[in-house]
């Protein structure tokens, strides 16, 4: 299982929290994006996350929490993320979007919340490469495990074994030394506040592990 790290909520400001992940062995930097329509909250501006992440040397696994993806595809391309992904319940023509991430070379996610069923996505799970279960209701970092999605880890699983799809399985929100047993079938976890605010960020990615 590989592991991502979210700066969403962190002890310390944002460019000396993407240091700190940096000195770990986690496998993925998570970027929380969000726009203040899709969420409640807007945070930081590309050029924001550009200039603190000069240094970073991880994977960039990027999260979408916005309701118009286009201009952040256009900005985020230029970083050569491992991840984009998008939420599914934006009323937008996914395909299109799946196609436009393709298009630069970017590995391609969907994201669906909490009381999004995978029905809604299945029509193209043939063409991503990631699907995040979102564990929490997007939108600011910190919050309780909800575990009424964890079905959603064994459909996901067993679309994939019967259709040969080729989509990783990740989860996000609420993972802890605690929660961390209940999604142990999934090839990524997403952790933040568990990390960034604990004094020792390698050894709660190790108690992960
Ligand atoms: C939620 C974000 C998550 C979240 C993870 O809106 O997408 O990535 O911040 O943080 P924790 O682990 O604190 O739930
Ligand atoms: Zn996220």
Redesign the pocket.
């Known amino acids: 299982m590989k592991v991502a790290v ?1 700066f ?2 962190s002890k310390f400001d944002n460019k000396e929290t993407i240091d700190k992940i940096n000195e770990t062995d986690s496998d993925f930097l ?1 970027v ?1 994006v ?1 726009d203040g329509n899709f ?1 409640e909250r807007k945070n930081f501006s590309f050029n924001e996350f550009k200039e603190w992440s000069k240094d970073n040397k991880k994977l960039l696994d990027v ?1 979408l ?1 916005v309701e118009n993806p286009i201009n952040y595809i256009f900005d985020y391309k230029k970083l050569k993320p491992e991840y984009i992904t998008i939420h599914s319940e934006i009323d937008k023509n996914l395909d299109d979007l799946i196609d436009l991430i393709h298009s630069y070379n970017i590995k391609a996610g969907i ?1 669906i919340k909490p009381k999004t069923s995978i029905e809604g996505i299945e029509h193209i799970l043939s063409k991503i490469d990631n699907v995040l279960i ?10 309780k ?1 909800n575990p009424s999605v964890l079905y959603k880890i064994d459909v996901l699983r067993k679309l994939r074994e019967e259709n040969n799809y080729n989509y990783i399985i990740s989860i ?5 030394n605690k929660t961390i047993d209940k999604v142990k079938d999934v090839d990524l976890v ?8 604990s004094k020792d960020y390698q050894a709660n990615i190790n108690k992960l592990r």
């Open positions: 979210s969403l909520k998570h929380d969000m969420v999260h929490m994201s979102m564990s929490v209701d997007p939108g600011k970092g910190g919050q495990f996000d929100g609420g993972i802890n997403i952790s933040g506040s568990y990390i960034c605010e």
